[in-house]
């Protein structure tokens, strides 16, 4: 297995000795003369575009690139141009072209995730379900063998193998947008009111109420769907739905966000389960004040099943994992979408919730917050790194096996479970080395906030 740690930061020894005792635009124009051609005045635009995709970075933020520092009538990048780096939102599009970020680890990265894919892409153990209505929202009539994979790091790099452009009806993703919202608008103690915050060792449907007459947590479905009657009640349903989507387009920094109409109509017909459930958290009066009546329940469990059909790509929902492991700034926009207090609540949720009754054995063999989806979705943030998202309609036991297999290698082969502390010892301080130049660098640039 590899040994390097996926810290694609790092800054290089050259990197920072250049640094020291030479001004911001010196380290530019160092970084101009080493892209100039020989005899040449300007610096291609080609070259920088090939830099950046050589770092793995995304489209979106090389056409912002592209954008900030290209003149229409210019014949290549002056130094001038060169200088509009620090206009890029995204502060790693210009620590790759000083060298303060490796497109070597990015490589080495990629080529540990392109074998894993081959790997577990051979893998056809389990069946696709039609267990319940969300199992068969991604799958209907579609290949059994799908194997989706796209990684999004806090850097704006992307990775991805199959149809990363999918469109993909949430569930259970929708939950943890849901739950951050909901602590972002009334804070932590409000919710802890209504939801428990420990995992109940039972599925995720199970008509239970902790000792306390709660449910267990936020992620099992009668814990999200009070969660969802916290969300703007004091909106029109079409306001709150509406304020739901410009949250998800934040996150993504896209235009793709979808309501998945039929996905909707389809659980909402099959929605026995989740009726009992309401009902259940009726009778126990678990549900805030503003729902009393009948009527009440129905439209909070309307509600509660609209945000689980919303839809967008799978790219999109890598970004999101980046934004939640970023401390919920998005890495392409640079905007703050959630307070780094809501999402260190929401990352603990899913590391001890996240995989309902396997929570304890994702924790125990992979590390790392994430939630699963019945459809074979599987959604895992690195905090600090970047978010991972695996599709792929093979279950057993409820779970994607090659989503489980993918992440458990993939935690392995790069030292990523929290806990893994031996692994870290054993590089002779190699980890704390990365993070005392990291923070370094990020000091200096009035990069922490």
């Given at each position: 297995m590899a040994e390097t740690s996926l810290q694609?930061?790092?800054?290089?020894?050259?990197?920072?000795?250049?640094?020291?005792?030479?001004t911001h635009d010196q380290q530019l124009?160092?970084?101009?003369?080493?892209?100039?051609?020989?005899?040449?005045?300007?610096?291609?635009?080609?070259?920088?575009?090939?830099?950046?995709?050589?770092?793995?970075?995304?489209?979106?933020?090389?056409?912002?690139?592209m954008e900030a520092v290209v003149e229409s009538d210019g014949d290549g990048l002056t130094f001038a141009d060169f200088c509009k780096l620090k206009e890029v939102v995204n502060k790693s599009v210009e620590q790759f072209v000083?060298?303060?970020?490796?497109?070597?680890?990015w490589r080495t990265l990629t080529n540990t995730l392109q074998t894993i894919y081959e790997v577990v892409e051979k893998n056809r153990i389990g069946e696709t379900t039609k267990a319940s209505s969300f199992a068969k929202?991604?799958?209907?009539?579609?290949?059994?063998d799908e194997f989706i994979v796209a990684l999004c790091t806090i850097h704006g790099q992307f990775w991805g193998q199959g149809d990363v452009n999918k469109y993909m009806t949430l569930s259970n993703v929708a939950?943890?947008?849901?739950?951050?919202?909901?602590?972002?608008?009334?804070?932590?103690?409000?919710?802890?009111?209504?939801?428990?915050?420990?995992?109940?060792?039972?599925?995720a449907d199970a008509m239970s109420l902790n000792q306390d007459g709660l449910p267990h947590n936020p992620i099992c479905t009668a814990g999200a769907l009070v969660v969802t009657t916290l969300l703007r009640a004091e909106m029109s349903a079409a306001a709150r739905f509406d304020a739901l989507v410009k949250t998800w387009s934040s996150l993504t920094a896209t235009r793709n966000v979808d309501f998945n109409n039929y996905g909707y109509l389809t659980i909402l017909r099959d929605a026995d389960v989740h009726q009992a459930i309401s009902w259940l958290l009726q009778s126990a009066g678990v549900f805030p004040d503003?729902?009393?009546?009948?009527?009440?329940?129905?439209?909070?469990?309307?509600?509660?099943?609209?945000?689980?059909?919303?839809?967008?790509?799978?790219?999109?929902?890598?970004v999101i994992g980046a934004t939640l492991a970023n401390s919920g700034r998005n890495p392409f926009t640079g905007k703050r979408v959630f307070s780094p207090g809501t999402v260190q609540a929401v990352l603990s949720q899913l590391f001890s919730c996240g995989v309902g009754a396997s929570s304890g054995d994702w924790a125990y063999k992979v590390g790392l917050p994430s939630v699963t989806c019945p459809d074979g979705l599987i959604l895992t943030i690195i905090p600090g790194l970047g978010g991972v998202v695996v599709f792929s309609p093979r279950l057993k036991n409820g779970l994607s096996v090659r989503g489980i297999e993918f992440l458990e290698r993939l935690s392995e082969a790069r030292s990523l479970h929290v806990f893994d502390t031996t692994k870290?010892?054993?590089?002779?301080?190699?980890?704390?080395?990365?993070?005392?130049?990291?923070?370094?660098?990020?000091?200096?640039t009035g990069s922490i906030d």
């Open positions: 694609l930061a790092l800054p290089s020894e050259e990197a920072n000795n250049t640094g020291r005792g030479s124009y160092e970084a101009f003369l080493r892209m100039l051609p020989v005899g040449k005045e300007n610096v291609p635009v080609g070259k920088l575009e090939e830099l950046l995709r050589a770092g793995g970075i995304h489209e979106i933020l090389i056409e912002q690139t000083l060298g303060q970020l490796s497109s070597k680890e929202l991604n799958v209907m009539g579609e290949d059994k939950k943890v947008i849901n739950l951050a919202q909901a602590i972002e608008l009334n804070g932590q103690d409000y919710v802890q009111k209504h939801v428990g915050k420990n995992p109940s060792g039972e599925d503003h729902v009393q009546t009948a009527d009440d329940v129905q439209r909070a469990l309307e509600f509660f099943l609209q945000t689980l059909s919303v839809s967008t790509t799978m790219t999109d929902v890598a870290q010892s054993s590089r002779k301080g190699e980890r704390t080395y990365e993070t005392e130049a990291l923070m370094t660098y990020a000091a200096a």
